[in-house]
């Protein structure tokens, strides 16, 4: 008998709960405590693979200090995300450990103008990147 995949919504939702978590350096193990879960649990509900329950997840909102709709937020981008332009922003890395690593450092960051010269820099890799690409590359040598 086959799993059925986890709903977008749940997946959308555990991600949010996992990127609100590690950006308040709070373990599953703890987050788990606060809720009388096991960390296995919190897991599950992260991966999306486990719904998680509207009181269940009000107490949750309140263990990690953020208001129930946080949750939701970017739903509707990223439901829309196939419909619409690309807008160049994952929704998805945020909630990876890097995205979430990467924004933590960024905003840490006090100076304005330093986070401002270090988006241009990213930017200028960006494009670089985009032009050192194997297609890139070989129009640059067809049109030679």
Do not use: C, W
Not at 19 to 41: N, Y
Not at 105 to 124: E, M, Q
Not at 126 to 141: G, H, K, T, V, Y
Request: a negative charge; zero cysteines.
């Amino acid at each position: 008998m086959s799993r059925k995949p986890p709903n977008p919504v749940d997946i959308h939702v555990g991600g949010r709960i996992r990127m609100r978590r590690m950006l308040i350096g709070m373990s599953q193990e703890k987050l788990g405590e606060s809720l009388e879960l096991t960390f296995q649990q919190v897991q599950k509900y992260e991966k999306g693979s486990n719904r998680v329950g509207a009181s269940r997840l009000y107490q949750i909102a309140q263990v990690l200090g953020v208001p129930v709709s946080y949750f939701y937020e970017g739903l509707e981008a990223a439901s829309t995300a196939d419909e619409g332009p690309d807008t160049g922003f994952d929704f998805e890395l945020l909630s990876t450990t890097e995205g979430i690593q990467l924004n933590a450092a960024f905003f840490s960051i006090s100076d304005p103008s330093l986070r401002k010269r270090l988006l241009d820099l990213i930017k200028l890799l960006a494009n670089r990147e985009e032009i050192d690409s194997p297609l890139e590359q070989a129009s640059a040598l067809a049109s030679d």
